[in-house]
Nanobody
Framework: EVQLVESGGGLVQPGGSLRLSCAASGFTFSKSSYDMSWYRQAPGKEREFAAAITGAGSTTTYANVVAGRFTISKDNAKNTVYLQMNSLKPEDTAVYYC????????????WGQGTLVTVSS
């Protein structure tokens, strides 16, 4: 069973930084076909894409609103994906979710429980 556990959220001042982690289990980064993404959902808004990284080749993609400030990366040895967030703004306040698309037989999407990031002075 694929499981994703996010951590690293919290309260940070505008201009500050946070690093989110997403620990994956149920599949192995170095032996599986998968893509990993971060999404976020602000209060009263729909969930939106933030960043993604491919399992093979580690190609990254970013939403325009976070490009240049956020960096997605992964550690195959730890089966973990990270989201480094710099120059945070109040509008980055949201619950951040990790998503895995894993090909086991066919493609399946899996979500973590989310971690809250609050950017406020």
């Amino acid at each position: 069973e694929v499981q994703l556990v996010e951590s690293g959220g919290g309260l940070v001042q505008p201009g500050g930084s946070l690093r989110l982690s997403c620990a994956a289990s149920g599949f192995t980064f170095s032996k599986s076909s998968y893509d990993m993404s971060w999404y976020r959902q602000a209060p009263g808004k729909e969930r939106e894409f933030a960043a993604a990284i491919t399992g093979a080749g580690s190609t990254t993609t970013y939403a325009n609103v976070v490009a240049g400030r956020f960096t997605i990366s992964k550690d195959n040895a730890k089966n973990t994906v990270y989201l480094q967030m710099n120059s945070l703004k109040p509008e980055d306040t949201a619950v951040y979710y990790c998503k895995a698309r894993v090909w086991i037989g066919g493609p399946g999407d899996y979500w973590g429980q989310g971690t809250l990031v609050t950017v406020s002075s």
